[in-house]
């Protein structure tokens, strides 16, 4: 199983920014994703979830209507659409899948600040 995050970066408070998760070595269309995240001295969180056929999708509370979680089973990309961004969206994020047992990409820093 390999994920690999992109698309993490430097963005003012109000700004938007799109990560991506190229995700390989499993059958992608039959296992739900995820997006978490981890704030300098924080614990991991997760963001948000979506299942296998893109049907499901659900949000933490802290992002929801701001972020938007989408798949292409087709590519095998999973995606995470932030707007609005908030000095307190600041973290590392992380693509997630579980099979039994967690597995995580590397991850992509995302930066809000003026």
């Known amino acids: 199983v390999q994920l690999v995050e992109s698309g993490g970066g430097l963005v003012q408070p109000g700004g938007s920014l799109r990560l991506s998760c190229a995700a390989s070595g499993f059958t992608y269309s039959m296992y739900a994703m995820s997006w978490y995240r981890q704030a300098p001295g924080k614990e991991r969180e997760r963001v948000a979830t979506?299942?296998?056929?893109?049907?499901?999708?659900n949000y933490a509370d802290s992002v929801k209507g701001r972020f938007t979680i989408s798949r292409d089973n087709a590519k095998n990309m999973a995606y995470l659409q932030m707007n609005s961004l908030k000095p307190e969206d600041t973290a590392v994020y992380y693509c997630n899948v579980y099979m039994g047992v967690n597995y995580w990409g590397k991850g992509t820093l995302v930066t809000v600040s003026s």
């Open positions: 979506i299942g296998s056929t893109g049907g499901s999708v």
